[in-house]
C-alpha cells in the first residue's frame, strides 16, 4: 500500500502514545487496517509489543478489536530493540498522520493546508447564515462553524473526535460565545430529529458512503433550507475525485431539490 504523505506532522515527534488521545472508532479503524496492509501489521506489532499500555487501551477502548490486538501481539518478534521500536512508530505515524493529527488540534490549524489557506468569505458567499438554526457535521477545529457563528440564530458543531470537541469548547469559552454548541456525531447518525435546520454543512466530510451520507443531510434540514458541502482541496490535488464527487452530488440532487433547496460545492474551500 502506498503511503500518501502530506507532511501535517513530524514523525519524528510523535509515538504510538497519540492513540491514548484517541476515540473507539479510529482505534478499530487503525487496528482493522493491520489486516490487510502487511508493512502496517509488522511494525503494528512492533510497537504494540514494545508499549504494551498501548496494546491495553486499544483492548479496552475497542473490545471488538481485541483478537487482532492479541494476534499483533502473539507475532511480534522478540528483542525488541530501541531502534526497531523508533522504526516501526515513525512509519505508523507517517502511515496515519491524517488519524493522528486529530489528536493534536493546534498542529491541525497551523499545519493543514486546507485550513490555514481558507478565509471565511468562502463560506459566508454560499448562504445567508443570519439568524439561521446551523449544523456544522464533522466539526474539527472549527472553521466553519466559528464564522456562522458570528451571523446565526445558533450553530451545532457536531464533532466524532473527543479532542477536537474540546479544543472547540475550549475556544467558545475563551472567547465568550454564546450561540455555539458542540456535540459527539458522526456524519452517518447525525444526532438530530428530522427538519432541524436551516444550513446544514460540512467540509472534507462527504465521500465514503455518498448517497446515504447525503441522505442523512437530507434528513435533518428543513424543507427549503441549504445544504453547504465545502470539499476544499489539500496538498495533494485529487481533481479526478472532486470531479467524481461534483457529478455523483448533482446526479443525486437533480430529483431532490424541492426537498433541501440546493446544495454547492465550492473548490479551494
Known sequence: M????????????YTIDSFLLMDRWIIRMIISQTQNWDDLRVNMSIALAKRPYVAWYCCHKAPEIKEIVDKLLEN???NIS????????????????TDIVYTDPETMNSNCDYIINWTEDKLLELADFSDKIVLDVGSGTGRLAFTAAKFAKRVYASEPCDMLREYLRDRIKREGITNMVVLD??????????STFDIVMCAHVLGDDF???????????????FILDCMGEDNKKRNNQ??????EALKYFNNRVELVGIIKDIENM
Open 2 to 13: 502506498i503511503i500518501m504523505n502530506y507532511n501535517w506532522i513530524d514523525k519524528t515527534k
Open 76 to 78: 511480534a518478534p522478540v
Open 82 to 97: 530501541e531502534e526497531m521500536l523508533r522504526n516501526a512508530e515513525e512509519f505508523i505515524v507517517e502511515a496515519l498522520e
Open 185 to 194: 456525531g458522526t456524519v452517518e447518525q447525525i444526532p438530530f430529529e428530522d
Open 211 to 225: 448517497e446515504n451520507e447525503v441522505k442523512e443531510l437530507e434528513r435533518v434540514v428543513k424543507n427549503g433550507g
Open 242 to 247: 472532486n470531479d467524481k464527487l461534483v457529478t
